[in-house]
């Protein structure tokens, strides 16, 4: 069984910088992509970023500028620096990875943003 295990959140001041990690317990078959998404109380999940094997990222709008994605693909992890954080980036943050039998979801680290 895979297991996504992030890490790195926490509390950070508005204007400071986070940077998250997930790593997949053991090797996983076909990656497609592997990404961020959040979710805030009363909110849906939301695209945070996802960042293909081959290196091609996208971004969600609230985000774009602030946040980079990127990848260690030997390793199977994927990282989120977040920098310039306002309060309403807190949230779950939650890491993807989408394979070519299935699709992945880690257990969320949380991320408060103190303004």
């Known amino acids: 069984q895979v297991r996504l295990v992030e890490s790195g959140g926490g509390l950070v001041q508005a204007g400071g910088s986070l940077r998250l990690s997930c790593a997949a317990s053991?090797?996983?078959?076909?990656?497609?992509?592997m990404g961020w998404y959040r979710q805030a109380p009363g909110k849906n999940r939301e695209l945070v970023a996802t960042?293909?094997?081959?290196?091609?990222?996208n971004y969600g709008d609230s985000v774009k500028g602030r946040f980079t994605i990127s990848r260690d693909n030997a390793k199977n992890t994927v990282y989120l620096q977040m920098n310039s954080l306002k309060p309403e980036d807190a949230a779950v943050y939650y890491c993807?990875?989408?394979?070519?039998?299935?699709?992945?979801w880690g257990q969320g680290t949380q991320v408060t943003v103190s303004s």
């Open positions: 993807n990875v989408v394979a070519s039998l299935r699709t992945y």
């Open positions: 053991r090797s996983i078959f076909s990656i497609i992509i």
């Open positions: 960042i293909t094997t081959g290196g091609s990222t």
